[in-house]
T-cell receptor, first 117, second 110 residues
Framework: DTGVSQNPRHKITKRGQNVTFRCDPISEHNRLYWYRQTLGQGPEFLTYFQNEAQLEKSRLLSDRFSAERPKGSFSTLEIQRTEQGDSAMYLC???????????????FGPGTRLLVL | LAKTTQPISMDSYEGQEVNITCSHNNIATNDYITWYQQFPSQGPRFIIQGYKTKVTNEVASLFIPADRKSSTLSLPRVSLSDTAVYYCLVALRGFQKLVFGTGTRLLVSP
């Protein structure tokens, strides 16, 4: 399978615990994106990387959230001291670089569903 | 705050053509419009992408007027398996981020 993969697919945790999600993009893609999607809503942009550089972060990404892409391949999203409001689907996508500032087509993974009790 | 809006829901019958419109008044000048399909508990699946006028692929057509402030996804001859939520995705002018539309829940009945 050469698509975007995410692990774990589901995560249940207690409030206050830390969680980490992993995303493996399509191998030839150098851009990687994280989104959050709550029930009944569209995905909301969180952050994106070009290679290993994190180029933009949404205001949605509080200090408890951190994302890394250390070697420009896979990425991790960590949430510290989870809150019930963090319960959502966390989606990862990847794309090639756009030219002229354009955003190229993003291909999404299956998501990680987080439930904070 | 600029929004990207879509009808909340649409109903159709098998074999009919469905047109879903997305309004994006503040779209970035030089960026694409992309449409996705999403089934429950799955990530969005790419359908089609365009910049202006009309784009067609094997599953859909995308119509974009000259002012690019809206776009219409056209699904010909829908089937039951097209029941899903459809999102447009655009880059908004003045923002360096991507914004999904509010989503349209399409229900196709026999």
């Amino acid at each position: 399978d050469t698509g975007v993969s995410q692990n774990p697919r589901h995560k249940i945790t207690k409030r206050g615990q830390n969680v980490t999600f992993r995303c493996d993009p399509i191998s030839e893609h150098n851009r990687l994106y994280w989104y959050r999607q709550t029930l009944g809503q569209g995905p909301e942009f969180l952050t994106y990387f070009q290679n290993e550089a994190q180029l933009e972060k949404s205001r949605l990404l509080s200090d408890r959230f951190s994302a890394e892409r250390p070697k420009g391949s896979f990425s991790t999203l960590e949430i510290q001291r989870t809150e019930q409001g963090d319960s959502a689907m966390y989606l990862c996508a990847s794309s090639s670089s756009g030219t002229g500032g354009k955003w190229e087509t993003q291909y999404f993974g299956p998501g990680t569903r987080l439930l904070v009790l | 705050l600029a929004k990207t809006t879509q009808p909340i829901s649409m109903d159709s019958y098998e074999g009919q053509e469905v047109n879903i419109t997305c309004s994006h008044n503040n779209i970035a000048t030089n960026d694409y419009i992309t449409w996705y399909q999403q089934f429950p508990s799955q990530g969005p699946r790419f359908i089609i992408q365009g910049y202006k006028t009309k784009v067609t692929n094997e599953v859909a057509s995308l119509f974009i007027p000259a002012d690019r402030k809206s776009s219409t996804l056209s699904l010909p001859r829908v089937s039951l398996s097209d029941t899903a939520v459809y999102y447009c995705l655009v880059a908004l002018r003045g923002f360096q981020k991507l914004v999904f539309g509010t989503g349209t829940r399409l229900l196709v009945s026999p």
